[in-house]
Structure formats: C-alpha cells, structure tokens
C-alpha cells in the first residue's frame, strides 16, 4: 500500500497551464501504476491519464495532447502537466495507484486503483 498526497492545484485562466505533483511513500513505488484521475461537482470521477510500472502512458481524449503525465521513480513522484486548460477541466484531482500484473496495457478504471490521495483542486476561469 502507498499513501499519496498531491499538490500544485489553484486558480487559473482559460488557456494556462499547472502542474499538478504526487508525492508516493512507500518502497516498492516502482512496481505500481500511477494514474489521474478528477470529479467535478455533481459528476463521477474520471480517468484522465495513466503511467504504468513498465513505462506506458495513456491518456483520456478529452485531454490528449493537452495534458502529460510523468514519473520519477527515484523520487517516488508523479507529476501532471496541464496546458491549455479550459473551465470544463475545473475539478478535483486526484493521484491513484495500483498494483498490476499487466506489462504490455494500462487498466484505466477506478475499480483498478487500490490507493488514492486526498484530492487538489484545480478552478479554470473563462
């Protein structure tokens, strides 16, 4: 089991950027999928963008080409850059992580995810 805690969220106008970080504990943090995942008000919380243990990413089309995520397995962080954001993605966000038998897919679905961190939000005005 990790314990996450994510950070970098706030106040931002239509078309700029955050970088929302993830800080992990524990010692295996290497063998996890690390995932974002957000839930606005009155919704269900979504997947946005997954890095597994064995190096693939995803990411939801809603964000693609907009969004990156990234990780440091020496840090034990997981970081997400958001870039053109737009007030649909105001929402909270957060970190997710998993332990996976999968080497060669990425499981996107909350059901997969097994730790969660407390949420950071993210308000993009117009």
């Known amino acids: 089991q990790v314990q996450l805690v994510e950070s970098g969220g706030g106040l931002v106008q239509a078309g700029g950027s955050l970088r929302l970080s993830c800080a992990a504990s524990?010692?295996?943090?290497?063998?996890?999928?690390m995932g974002w995942f957000r839930q606005a008000p009155g919704k269900e919380r979504e997947f946005i963008a997954a890095?597994?243990?064995?190096?693939?990413?995803t990411y939801a089309d809603s964000v693609k080409g907009r969004f990156t995520i990234s990780r440091d397995n020496a840090k034990k962080m997981v970081y997400l850059q958001m870039n053109s954001l737009k007030p649909e993605d105001t929402a909270i966000y957060y970190c997710?992580?998993?332990?996976?038998?999968?080497?060669?897919?990425?499981?996107?679905?909350?059901?997969?995810?097994?730790?969660w961190g407390q949420g950071t939000q993210v308000t993009v005005s117009s």
């Open positions: 997710a992580a998993a332990r996976s038998p999968y080497t060669t897919v990425v499981i996107t679905t909350t059901s997969h995810f097994g730790s």
């Open positions: 524990g010692r295996t943090f290497g063998s996890y999928d």
């Open positions: 890095f597994s243990w064995k190096g693939i990413s």
